[in-house]
């Protein structure tokens, strides 16, 4: 059955400290794995990844996915508390219909 | 431009009750998805429509969930008899084309938080 597993589930910060949330997938027929960040209500898109071993860089995030060892990571570098959120990692299904998620990375960032 | 909108934002029922609700894609998205988010899990697919066409309901957990969408443009979704373990957030999402298609990305709604009593 395809999966994705996320950890940590929560992290607490101070400002300023850097970040590395994992991801690791099984899934039938890889496709593309994608990262989402959720404040309240709405995810919002972040990265799509589809190649091993090529950084995605937005600002102080940046993501990097391994298809060999099937995970990614997404970095948070100088964190601030607007960081924080719950991240999540999904893969497309095997179909390519649809998206298969973690349970998500809580990140709480304190000043 | 508006994005995804959903309709209500909660929704409180009691058991056995029915309740509908409403997803409003980004205008122009063909594909249009449901998901739902049960409280300790992740969110999880529900189904997929192309237009008004649902091409995958793989992720529907009964019969007592029926999706709708005429005329392809907003949704329904509607729960008839409500359970208890029907509550968590019902997420809604859009897309122009398929996301492993063309690298595009699948925009969501800010969900519906259905609780049932």
């Known amino acids: 059955e395809d999966k994705v597993v996320q950890s940590p589930l929560s992290l607490v910060v101070h400002e300023g400290d850097t970040v590395t949330l994992n991801c690791s997938y099984e899934?039938?027929?890889?496709?593309?794995l994608l990262w989402y960040k959720q404040e309240k209500k709405a995810p919002t898109f972040l990265f799509m990844l589809?190649?091993?071993?090529i950084e995605k860089k937005s600002g102080r995030l940046s993501s990097i996915l391994d298809k060999k060892e099937l995970f990614s990571i997404l970095n948070i570098t100088a964190t601030q508390t607007g960081d924080s959120a719950v991240y999540l990692c999904a893969v497309v299904n095997q179909a390519g219909t649809a998206l298969i998620f973690g349970k998500g990375t809580t990140l709480s960032v304190s000043s | 431009e508006a994005g995804v909108t959903q309709f209500p934002s909660h929704s409180v029922i009691e058991k056995g009750q029915t309740v509908t609700l409403r997803c409003d894609p980004i205008s122009g998205h063909d594909n249009l998805y449901w998901y739902r988010r049960v409280m300790g899990k992740e969110i999880k697919f529900l189904l997929h429509?192309?237009?008004?066409?649902?091409?995958?309901e793989s992720g529907m957990p009964n019969n007592r969930f029926l999706a709708e969408r005429t005329g392809g443009t907003y949704s329904t979704l509607k729960v008839q008899p409500a359970e208890l373990e029907d509550s968590g957030v019902y997420f809604c999402a859009s897309s122009q084309d398929l996301v492993p298609v063309s690298n595009t990305e699948a925009f969501f709604g800010q969900g519906t938080r259905l609780t049932v009593v």
């Open positions: 589809t190649s091993s071993g």
């Open positions: 429509f192309v237009k008004e066409s649902k091409q995958d």
């Open positions: 899934v039938t027929n890889f496709r593309s």
